[in-house]
């Protein structure tokens, strides 16, 4: 009855040992001995039959046998975390764990608060939020609720559309008192703007919505729209920006006229999981939530 457990244990030690590249970063991440560390990998080798890490200055290093095996490990760790949620509370309990997704925008930016106000009304809900702009599939279980910007293509997925993102162009305060104000699309060249670096579908998709973010060589440029947000509020340059997180960081809208669009928000869920009653309040609690503050 032991053996399965041993074995998985070894198997979460070396997924541990992958991401960290350490024995003893493994051990932090399991809250284990870095002794035991080194035992379950040693017993997890001697079971393949093949060392499955060299010593370099950096780390550990895997070997080729290590890398074909995983994939098959965090396929296991997925389905383990899942089982772990399952478990968590009975099906019918609005209590337990759920597993939350979102981009690192939303995630970081407008998911908290909501959060909170789900947690201060169901205290004994644990959320596990995964904040990520890879797409965890729900198909695979790899979360059980998700927000998503643009509506949801997997397949046997329940859906629901909560609002809008309104984007238009903004600047802090700051900025244009230097500059003043840009009074047209050509006026933006004096200004140095924000935009994305080497993702060519956003860039030409602001383009198509009347924001040339290359036009201007004396720019600030980052794929990552935390660090446009981040680079706007430290009056770096003129980018695009969300009216519901712009008001709340007192930015300023330019050329309303010129730049103005909508991003579609959707909360998503696998159909099977409709019946798990913690899952399924989440995902009413908070796509109402995320309505309320799309529409403020």
Sequence with gaps: MNAPQLQWESQRAFLAVL????LSGA???????QATARRRIEALEQSVGVSLFTRSPSGLMPTDMARDLISHVETMAIAAEAFTRAASAET????????????KLLGVEVLPPLLRTLRSSYPQLAIELSVSNRRLA?????ADVAVRIGRPTEAAVVARRVGDLQVGL???????????VPTS??????FPLIGPDRNLTEIAFLGEQGFDCTS????????????QLAALRAGLGIGVCASQLAHGYGLVRVLPEHVNFSIDVWIAMHEDLRRV????????????SLKAFLQA
Excluded: K
Excluded at 27 to 33: D, F, K, M, P, S
Excluded at 138 to 142: F, S
Excluded at 185 to 190: C, G, I, K, T
Excluded at 277 to 288: I, S, T
């Design 19 to 22: 991401r960290t590249g350490s």
């Design 27 to 33: 051990a932090r991440v399991l809250g284990i001995a």
């Design 92 to 103: 019918g309990v609005p209590g337990g764990t759920v597993r939350l997704t979102s981009t």
């Design 138 to 142: 729900l198909a695979h279980q790899e």
């Design 170 to 180: 903004y600047a802090a305060p700051d900025l244009l008192d230097q500059y003043g």
């Design 185 to 190: 699309a050509e006026d933006l060249r004096r």
């Design 216 to 227: 201007n060589p004396a720019a600030i440029r980052t794929d990552e729209h935390l660090a």
């Design 277 to 288: 009653q913690r899952v399924a309040l989440v995902f009413d609690a908070l796509g109402e």
